[in-house]
């Protein structure tokens, strides 16, 4: 079943991340600022924003499949609501102004259903704000094409090559066709994240060393990271759209 594959997801231990600093919360979801109400499809267990958010906005819903993120978001007090395997949820149709679905889609089987959803909660002038990992980053299409492989994203390469997390991918044109086909009138892509030129080594195998040596010891300039801003569809590691219903 569903839920219990995104349940081990999160019972596993491996998935942990770091709080936002004040200054990433605002480049990513600044554009919430003034809404009365968000939700946070597939918030599972709020890692990077989830506190910093629901303090930000007068109501916060956080909204997952799992029974692991459902209890976790009791044990903190929030409310949340249960994401059907359909994608659907039980929230009133146009009753959220605005909505987050931040490094989800690449996880779903349907990632339109969950788009279709996302817009159907949505008030009219609703904002979406949803990021991805970007398919189309320089390092991958490397990889593509002189390796045939994808970056899946192994929970432990060692123990299971195979049992990648992503089972998903998006660049910048499919991620924007994504919520068009969902209904939204207005789709804007730009980078998210920390790219780095030297993440092209990423993509040839043994050489993939030198991309981890520059991200631990070369200065934020040398990474030319303005590149991601010019051009995400190519430099941004990571995508993120802002749709408007």
């Not at 969950?114 to 609703?126: F, M, Q, S």
């Not at 092209?200 to 590149?227: C, D, E, Q, V, W």
Request: aromatic fraction near 14%.
């Amino acid at each position: 079943m569903k839920t219990d594959f995104y349940d081990a997801y999160w019972k596993s231990g491996l998935h942990t991340g770091e709080e936002w600093s004040p200054a990433y919360f605002r480049k990513v979801m600044g554009v919430f600022e003034g809404r009365g109400s968000v939700l946070d499809y597939g918030c599972g267990l709020g890692l990077n924003y989830q506190k910093a958010l629901s303090a930000a906005i007068p109501r916060y819903l956080g909204a997952d499949v799992s029974s692991v993120a459902l209890d976790d978001l009791r044990q903190k007090g929030l409310e949340g609501t249960e994401i059907k395997g359909d994608g659907s949820t039980d929230v009133e149709a146009g009753s959220f102004s605005a909505a987050v679905c931040s490094e989800v889609m690449e996880h779903l089987f349907d990632p339109l259903a969950a788009a279709k959803e996302l817009y159907r909660v949505l008030e009219p002038g609703g904002v979406l704000v949803a990021t991805v990992p970007n398919f189309g980053y320089h390092a991958w299409r490397l990889m593509a094409l002189i390796r045939a492989r994808v970056p899946s994203e192994p929970e432990d390469v060692k123990k299971n090559r195979f049992n990648g997390v992503h089972i998903r991918y998006f660049n910048a044109s499919t991620f924007r066709r994504l919520f068009l086909d969902a209904g939204f009138r207005e789709v804007e892509i730009t980078a998210f994240d920390q790219g780095s030129v030297w993440d092209i080594f990423k993509g040839m195998s043994y050489l993939a060393h030198i991309s981890n040596f520059a991200r631990t010891h070369f200065p934020g300039p040398l990474h030319l990271r303005f590149l991601q801003d010019l051009m995400p569809s190519l430099f941004a590691y990571r995508i993120r759209a802002v749709a408007r219903k």
